[in-house]
């Protein structure tokens, strides 16, 4: 009897790369501070994308109230799953009045366009107090 073989041989190829939106924290997200100065918040930045190459996320800062946002790192390069810290600086103006205050929006992006698209933001807060406003005398 013959008998034939036969031999089949399947490629695969690269997984899909699938873009999701990054993670962004702020650390603390409050604090406390007096007139002229400087709050530092650390930052963490994750990289959610699944299968897909090295992304260039931009931290972008929107300064709700015109305070001085000071953010270092212009650019950070992440793989999927990984994660960077990076710091900001916000500095309480002179004229302010005690309080609870939102002075910043903060938004990464990986700058893609379309549907690859992707963005996260977070809110920083700060707790002015100045000394002998509001202080019973």
């Known amino acids: 009897a013959n008998s034939t073989a036969a031999r089949a041989e399947i490629i695969f190829g690269q997984p899909a790369c699938s873009r999701a939106n990054p993670s962004l924290y702020v650390s603390p997200v409050s ?9 530092n918040y650390t930052i ?15 931290l972008l800062s929107n300064s709700n109230l015109g305070w ?30 005690s309080g609870h205050y939102e002075p ?25 107090y100045v000394p002998g406003e509001n202080d019973a005398g």
């Open 68 to 97: 001085n946002v000071i953010t270092g790192s212009p650019g950070i390069v992440l793989l999927p799953g990984q994660s960077a810290s990076a710091n900001i600086s916000i500095i309480i103006p002179l004229d302010s009045d």
């Open 44 to 58: 963490r930045i994750t990289d959610n994308d699944l299968n897909c190459p090295a992304t260039t996320f931009t």
């Open 31 to 39: 604090q406390w501070g007096s007139i002229s100065q400087t709050l």
């Open 104 to 128: 910043a929006t903060l938004r990464i992006s990986n700058g893609m366009v379309g549907t690859a698209h992707r963005t996260a933001t977070a809110r920083v807060y700060a707790n002015v």
